[in-house]
């Protein structure tokens, strides 16, 4: 057995395991405990499948649109997130093209995804609990399974706001307290945007980004005079 296949097995047991684990505390007797134990999943797609059903299927609108956000964002960024930007990435609303959305904490954002997130205590960096589980949600995705929010086209529109926001606030390093994307957006805006459909959606942006900053500079101008 390979290096990677074996990681994969022992993953898959402990997964087993601790979604067993789970589904034991809702066992109401002893028989219906083994029958828990018999009818566990077979395979990380199928244990994957059974964790993404309270997700998929959850009465609140708002948990699951959450769950689905930090998919969507966790899918398609192109350097890990930590919680803090992911936090500020999900307040994006798309419709208005302004960052008041989902407003979301690091255990709203733990709780909602049902074990398949996680955040290093260290680096506060935000990942799927597993690269197996990112494989499953992308290949989910891509089927149309999942109806995940966030395409590329929709994360360049959201990095560039956050540039727009930076251009109007100051420089990027003066913003990053309050506004902790703006660093990625710079980076990734342009990689995302290769996605659109439609390019004028993106030069409409850029123009008024330059338009926003130039005012901005124009007003600092003749406050200062």
Request: glycine share 2%; aromatic share 12%.
């Amino acid at each position: 057995m390979s290096l990677a296949a074996a990681l994969l097995t022992n993953a898959f047991r402990f997964l087993w395991a601790q979604l067993q684990l789970d589904n034991l505390k809702g066992a109401a007797t002893k028989q219906h405990a083994r029958e828990i134990l018999h009818s566990g999943p077979r395979s990380l797609h199928e244990m994957y499948r059974r964790m993404l059903d309270p997700i998929v299927n959850n009465v609140n609108p708002r948990r699951r649109n959450l769950a689905y956000a930090v998919f969507a964002w966790l899918l398609r960024a192109q350097r890990p997130l930590t919680v803090r930007e992911l936090v500020f990435a999900l307040i994006y609303d798309k419709r208005n093209k302004e960052f008041f959305g989902i407003q979301a904490e690091e255990e709203d954002i733990i709780s909602s995804c049902a074990d398949l997130v996680v955040v290093d205590s260290e680096t506060r960096v935000v990942s799927f609990s597993h690269v197996s589980v990112r494989e499953f949600l992308a290949r989910e995705d891509f089927m149309g399974h999942l109806k995940l929010p966030f395409n590329h086209a929709e994360i360049s529109l959201a990095c560039m706001t956050c540039i727009n926001i930076s251009a109007i606030r100051g420089s990027v390093g003066d913003t990053t307290a309050l506004f902790p994307l703006p660093s990625y957006s710079a980076t990734y805006w342009a990689f995302h945007a290769r996605f659109q459909e439609e390019p004028e959606t993106i030069s409409e942006t850029l123009r008024d980004i330059v338009w926003r900053n130039t005012w901005f500079q124009v007003l600092q101008f003749n406050r200062v005079r």
